[in-house]
């Protein structure tokens, strides 16, 4: 029915830049909100950015300011900018949207994660 396919993932140097990219596709009424999660192994899962319907931004303070979360609706689709890397954002990256599917009926879906490793 809906699938999140993510991309953009990888390895990056510390202090540079990379984009992420989710696009949700299938039967999808409405987006209520699309976000981002990450887990860096044997850490909790955070979140680190949403958006909604409303194009309100949410983000976390460890990647406020450096981060930047936007959407193309016509596409379904969630991008992360994700500015001055440190070692600390090394995590894998998880799509996350809240979707009506149909009238009155809202679920939540996850993407597969991609990787981003920021090493020298």
């Known amino acids: 029915q809906v699938q999140l396919v993510e991309s953009g993932g990888g390895l990056v140097q510390p202090g540079g830049p990379l984009r992420l990219s989710c696009a949700a596709s299938g039967s999808i009424f409405s987006i209520n909100a699309m976000g981002w999660y990450r887990q860096a192994p044997g850490k909790q899962r955070e979140r680190v950015a949403r958006i909604t319907s409303g194009d309100s931004t949410n983000y976390a303070d460890s990647v406020k300011g450096r981060f930047t979360i936007s959407r193309d609706n016509a596409k379904n689709t969630v991008y992360l900018q994700m500015n001055s890397l440190e070692r600390e954002d090394t995590a894998v990256y998880y799509c996350?949207?809240?979707?009506?599917?149909?009238?009155?009926?809202?679920?939540?879906?996850w993407g597969q994660g991609t990787q981003v490793t920021v090493s020298s």
């Open positions: 996350n949207a809240n979707l009506q599917v149909r009238i009155g009926v809202n679920q939540n879906y």
